[in-house]
Nanobody
Framework: QVQLVESGGGSVQAGGSLRLSCAAS????????MAWFRQAPGKDREGVAR??????TIYADSVKGRFTVSKDAKNTLYLQMNALKPEDTAMYYC??????????????????WGQGTQVTVSS
């Protein structure tokens, strides 16, 4: 049974930082790509950052230079978020896939999802 459990969300003021974590249980060693998505009220879920099995990373333009995605040897996924803005407010989800796609992966390519953790940034 594969499970992804996010933690680390919360409320911060603009300019602040948060670090999200996503603990993976089950067959984590087989993940080809792990990613962070977010969804704000009334908006579509969007990709924030992703990391391939070899460490290659991809970021959305809106977070480049502010967010850093990483993972450790136990396949715990992290998202360091600095210089947060009110528009970063959303529910953040981690996702993983065993399929051999990462660079061009869409939402439907990820077969494992966490329940989400809320990030709220006030101005």
């Amino acid at each position: 049974q594969v499970q992804l459990v996010e933690s680390g969300g919360g409320s911060v003021q603009a300019g602040g930082s948060l670090r999200l974590s996503c603990a993976a249980s089950g067959y984590g060693s087989r993940y080809y790509c792990m990613a962070w998505f977010r969804q704000a009220p009334g908006k579509d879920r969007e990709g924030v950052a992703r990391i391939r099995y070899d460490g290659y990373t991809i970021y959305a333009d809106s977070v480049k230079g502010r967010f850093t995605v990483s993972k450790d040897a136990k396949n715990t996924l992290y998202l360091q978020m600095n210089a947060l803005k009110p528009e970063d407010t959303a529910m953040y989800y981690c996702a993983a896939t065993e399929r051999g796609v990462c660079v061009g992966a869409g939402i439907s390519d990820y077969n494992y999802w966490g329940q989400g953790t809320q990030v709220t940034v006030s101005s």
